[in-house]
């Protein structure tokens, strides 16, 4: 980007597919200037990206996020509780009624040729509505690769829009450290994941990995340096059998943990500095099961 963090002028690379601007300074909101690419992959580490910056990208609406919060483990409710409206859905209707009401205080009828008017902005309207979203679409659905390393202010909201790139293959939120397990369980619908890396989110536990056991197609996991994920947490990877690397160095790991890796006879690459394990267990599982393994860190 420029001295002023105007990036508007890669619009004009319309075959552009690999972009990265890692550490420049780009202006708040300017992304939404990438929706007309179609790119591959984009790599914005160390860039201030912001949940709204995200938000722009996919034209995602806060109707959408608050609905799904109240779907998350987080915020799930009992029958017996009250549902509380979103204040951004009680406001739309406040709109909506208030409109209504002055168009009834009007008292004239329009003209036959206000009506006709009227009906052909309307369809203008809903016409440049379909193409800006039929935009928004092929950029979503175009983007494979993508780096928010280190973008610390970045939150679990940010993800919930991340989770409209159903086509992602590989995503980098190492050093992301504001986002928790509730984000995670926002991206459990990217299927197609291929590569994860969540190296040194202070925030995951063994929670987020219930969520990540559903990548079934998930081959690179890098959880460096995430402390509060423990023994229990590595039970819920059992199902992963596509994973071919595995990084869990100055995590909470011990000998008993490391056994309930036994299923992932795809391994070939298993990081574990740090790890309370014991090199006895570390042969016999290589032995036995991790066959393929060509490369352990200890």
């Known amino acids: 980007s420029d001295s002023n963090g105007d990036i508007s002028v890669l619009v004009a690379f319309s075959s552009l597919h690999h972009l990265n ?7 708040s909101r300017s992304l939404e200037q990438l929706q007309s690419l179609r790119l591959k992959s984009l790599d914005l580490s160390y860039v201030a990206v912001r949940d709204e910056d995200i ?4 034209r995602g609406k806060d109707q959408d996020y608050e609905q799904q919060m109240l779907m998350s483990p987080k915020h799930k409710r009992s029958p017996t509780q009250s ?4 204040t951004s859905l009680l406001k739309s209707k406040a709109v909506e009624e208030k409109s209504s009401d002055i168009a009834l205080a009007d008292g004239v009828a329009p003209s036959e040729l206000e009506i006709q008017l009227r009906e052909l902005q309307r369809q203008l309207r809903e016409l440049k509505e379909k193409q800006e979203a039929e935009t928004v679409k092929q950029h979503v659905n175009s983007l494979e690769q993508l780096s928010l390393a280190s973008c610390m202010e970045l939150t679990n909201r940010g993800l919930f829009f991340l989770s409209h790139f159903k086509n992602m ?4 939120l190492s050093f992301c450290q504001n986002i928790s397990d509730v984000g995670i369980f926002h991206l459990r619908t990217l299927t197609s994941l291929t590569s994860l890396n969540l190296s040194c989110c202070a925030n995951l536990t063994n929670t987020c990995l219930s969520y990540i056991r559903e990548f079934t197609q998930l ?19 059992q199902s992963v059998t596509s994973l071919v690397e595995l990084d869990v160095s100055f995590c909470t790991i011990t000998d008993k943990g490391l056994k309930e890796l036994e299923t992932l006879t795809r391994l070939e690459s298993l990081k574990l500095k740090q790890c309370q394990v014991t090199t006895p267990c570390v042969k016999e599982l290589t ?9 352990v860190q200890l």
């Open 21 to 27: 601007i890692s550490n420049c300074h780009v202006k």
């Open 83 to 86: 549902q509380e409206i979103p």
């Open 287 to 295: 032995k036995y099961y991790l066959t393929n393994l060509s490369e």
């Open 219 to 237: 081959r690179s996991l890098n959880l460096a340096s995430c402390s509060r994920i423990s023994d229990a947490g590595l039970y819920h990877l």
């Open 169 to 172: 293959t590989e995503l980098n």
């Open 55 to 58: 938000q722009t990208l996919v």
